[in-house]
């Protein structure tokens, strides 16, 4: 009895530990960010950082305007939603309600395969194949805003994938009969109850995914030609927040180390607020359940 | 005795979930405007028969059935139109299974996908199924609130609300009782004999009184086999079969 309950107090005490070491390590990495990158606004105006397009962090007078980089980090990863989200939904879909269990075995594997794909080997993936097919089609260096957002939307397909097999599968089953019962078709069944039950899950995924293609730094590197500049076009060279961070990293010192930290201060503070949201999504279609359990 | 033909007529049908039988030789016919209720110990098949009148076991893999059923004289198996078989045959389950949207548009769901558009048409149609089921009164006042927020029994009423939106002809309720209070169920009986003028109604059930209360024929499964199937009142105090005596006298099962 007693030795029960002192293995009890130590296991407790153990994952508390646990807990507490990964909060720590949150904070550890927040101060260490704040503190590396604060100072260049002693320095620089944040309304000149985050707005203004010039980046010379090496020339006489070294200006630092990141703004090219956070509209590049954003189109990228807007367009590469673009492609992976209508591509994401179907796949899953296909899984959870259409596919025969021996293919959706296979297409599982093929898709968790793809998650475990380290981010390099999609980069060489997008120098061998897709910068090569948009050479070949639209001119140019094949490296591209188009270029990073196709590799990146292939990265993210398994997440959103995932995601909403997940979330449908975990639909109660009554549900679809419920619908098919009141003689609705299959696909009126999917598209008008299914779908919109599973939606807060998908849309949690969907931005999940989002938050893991703005995070993605090496294979965009290496189809993105990571020219400083404002992106104008799907086949212009494109510079992401996370390609700033890595380019200079190896060689930066002074204030122009400092504003690589405070361009990491801004990606930071992006995928914070997707986060955010995520858990305002999921909050909310919780308290629609639940606060109309007591309405 | 109706000189109307039954509404369904089951002949001879068997029922197989892959290699094990579940509904042996059932022969069965039921007349319009009737309340047939289905009685037997739990997994003697009542759900599977149910499920088969209006093609749901469709969604079983591996559910492979002989014999036939013929709904106002045609097989179900035969040309006859899923989906319309299904629009007709309107089906209640046993856990109240309402869409995460609001009351109104859980009711507005079934003749939505059927093909009504004209909103002024649908409100028609949802208060007069709210009415039908005794849910109207209740509910007025939040027909726009999510339908999860209802209680038990009102989730049930609501749907049969949706069931009979789409303007059937049967109603097959698998235990639409069984997971509600005495109150809520008093008050599905009694709508119960309302529809029956309107429908035809076949019920799953565990409860004895409730079967002899409310329906005008009885059929006793056991193990996948008819036993007996007659007027609810001779099934209750002059049953045939040693079973059912043995079964209706809390025997067995
Ligand atoms: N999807 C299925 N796959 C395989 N066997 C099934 C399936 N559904 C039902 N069965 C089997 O068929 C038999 C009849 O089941 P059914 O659900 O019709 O019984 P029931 O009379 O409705 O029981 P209960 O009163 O518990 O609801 C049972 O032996 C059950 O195990
Ligand atoms: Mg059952």
């Known amino acids: ?295 | 005795m109706d000189p109307r033909p039954p509404k369904f007529d089951v002949r001879h049908l068997d029922l197989w979930y892959g290699q094990t039988q579940a509904l042996k030789d059932v022969s069965f016919s039921i007349d319009p405007n009737t309340i047939t209720a289905l009685i037997g110990p739990s997994g003697c098949g009542k759900s599977t028969f149910l499920r088969v009148l209006d093609r749901m076991n469709d969604l079983i893999e591996g559910v492979r059935v002989e014999g036939s059923v013929l709904y106002d004289g045609e097989d179900i198996f035969g040309d006859r139109d899923v989906i319309e078989l299904r629009k007709r045959v309107g089906m209640v389950f046993q856990k109240p299974n309402p869409f995460p949207m609001s009351i109104w548009d859980n009711i507005a769901y079934g003749p939505r996908v059927h093909g009504v558009k004209d909103k002024k048409a649908l409100s028609d149609l949802v208060e007069r199924s709210l009415v039908q089921a005794a849910l109207f009164d209740e509910v007025k006042d939040r027909l726009h609130k999510p339908a999860l927020g209802l209680s038990g029994g009102q989730q049930q009423r609501l749907c049969i609300a949706r069931v009979l939106a789409v303007e059937p002809d049967v109603l097959l309720m698998d235990e639409p009782t069984s997971a509600l209070d005495p109150i809520s169920t008093a008050k599905i009986e009694t709508l119960l004999d309302e529809l029956k003028r309107r429908y035809t109604i076949v019920i799953v059930t565990h409860n004895m009184q409730q079967a002899g209360r409310v329906s005008d024929r009885t059929g006793f499964f056991l193990h996948g086999e008819l036993v007996e199937y007659a007027p609810t009142r001779d099934i209750f105090f002059n049953p045939r079969d040693e079973r059912t005596e043995n079964y209706i006298s809390g025997r067995f099962g």
């Open chain 1, 1 to 295: 009895m007693k030795r029960q309950r002192a293995l009890e107090k130590t296991i407790e005490a153990t994952l508390f530990g646990a807990a507490a070491v990964s909060v720590l390590a949150v904070i550890l990495i927040t101060v260490f960010l704040f503190q590396s990158g604060l100072p260049l606004f002693g320095k620089v105006k944040v309304s000149e950082f985050l707005f203004s397009t010039d980046w010379a962090p090496t020339a006489a007078t070294p200006r630092f305007g990141i703004l090219s980089f956070i509209v590049g980090s954003f189109s990228v990863t807007g367009l590469s939603l673009l492609f992976a989200v209508p591509v994401g939904l179907a796949v899953g879909i296909y899984l959870a309600e259409l596919a025969e269990k021996k293919n959706s075995r296979l297409i599982r594997s093929a898709v968790e395969l793809l998650a475990g794909i380290p981010s390099v080997i999609y980069g060489l993936f997008g120098i061998a194949v897709i910068s090569a097919a948009s050479r070949t089609l639209f001119g140019g260096s094949g490296y591209s805003v188009l270029s990073a957002a196709i590799v990146l939307a292939i990265m993210t397909l398994p997440t959103i994938i995932n995601v909403t097999e997940v979330s449908l599968r975990a639909l109660p089953r009554e549900l679809k009969e419920g619908s098919l019962a009141l003689g609705a078709t299959e696909w009126q069944t999917i598209g008008k109850v299914l779908v919109p039950a599973a939606r807060s899950g998908i849309v949690a995924g969907v931005i999940l995914g989002m938050g893991r293609a703005i995070g993605e730094t090496m294979a965009v590197l290496m189809v993105g030609g990571n020219a400083p500049i404002m992106p104008t076009g799907l086949n212009s060279m494109v510079r992401t927040l996370t390609m700033n961070i890595i380019t200079d990293m190896s060689y930066a010192t002074g204030d122009h180390l400092t504003s690589l930290f405070a361009t990491g201060i801004v990606l930071f503070a992006f995928i914070l607020i997707l986060n955010l949201g995520v858990q305002l999504i999921l909050k909310r279609t919780i308290s629609q359940v639940e606060g109309a359990a007591g309405a």
